[in-house]
């Protein structure tokens, strides 16, 4: 299984919702990651999770709030979020000493109303 | 600080035409290099990867050489295809970090029956 399943696929929130996204993987990878994209950028780096420690947060928001429960979970919690954060949210994991081959879910793409 | 600049987009071929894709970096140390692609509503995949300077990656027609004395890594491939029409993104990785990549600004492909 060389898979990054990412739930839902789509979502849409009101800024005053509560909502989460969802990231599996079963490759024994002991890195993950949240990256946002905007259409026709490139992805920037949220957070990275070494061995389910928060290990980079580069400056987000508190209104994200990553967890990663095991070493196969990774969730993104989502709180009074504004416009400007709609974008594709990637999930991706890794080799924990292989920096850079890193393995991609589809995304969920977030609306913000 | 570490940086890539690819060449501006987009870029529209036919058919079995040559494709080039110019990347420079600028970094610290000994980076490993990597060029990703991105298929319409999909997430990104790692397409090849270099490690040290002279490697050569390669997979599916394409191909990159690390060349630390013009600090380029640029994608090629002799003959395209309409299904390589998709956003192509070169990024680094300095050092053993857990997968904190550099991107490249990403170059759009449209490839024309």
Redesign the interface.
């Known amino acids: 299984d060389t898979e990054?399943t990412?739930t839902p696929k789509h979502l849409v929130m009101g800024m005053t919702n509560k909502k989460s996204l969802k990231c599996e993987q079963h490759m024994g990878h002991r890195?993950m990651?949240w990256y946002k994209q905007k259409a026709?950028?490139?992805?920037e780096?949220m957070f990275?999770y070494?061995y389910e420690k928060l290990?980079?947060n580069e400056s987000v928001p508190s209104r994200f709030s990553p967890e990663c429960p095991n070493s196969s979970l990774l969730n993104l919690h989502l709180h009074a979020l504004q416009p400007e954060d709609s974008a594709l949210y990637?999930c991706?994991s890794?080799h924990?000493?292989?920096?850079?081959?890193?393995?991609?879910?589809?995304?969920t793409q977030l609306s913000v109303l | 600080g570490n940086s890539v600049t690819q060449m501006e987009g987009p870029v529209t071929l036919s058919e079995e035409a040559f494709l080039t894709i110019n990347c420079t970096y600028t970094a610290t140390g000994y980076p490993?290099l990597?060029w990703y692609v991105q298929y319409p509503?999909?997430?990104?995949?790692?397409l090849l990867?270099a490690t040290k300077a002279d490697d050569k990656g390669s997979n599916k027609g394409f191909e990159a050489t690390y060349r630390k004395e013009t600090t380029s890594f640029h994608l090629e491939k002799g003959s395209v295809q309409v299904s390589d029409s998709a956003v192509y993104?070169c990024?680094?990785?300095g050092?053993?970090?857990?997968?904190?990549?550099t991107?490249?600004?990403?170059t759009?492909l449209t490839v024309h029956p």
């Open positions: 990054v990412q890195a990651y026709k950028k490139p992805p780096l990275v070494s290990s980079i990637l991706a890794s924990a000493k292989e920096g850079g081959k890193l393995f991609f879910g589809s995304g | 490993s990597f509503g999909e997430g990104l995949q790692l990867k993104f990024a680094l990785a050092g053993t970090s857990y997968g904190k990549l991107f490249g600004q990403g759009i």
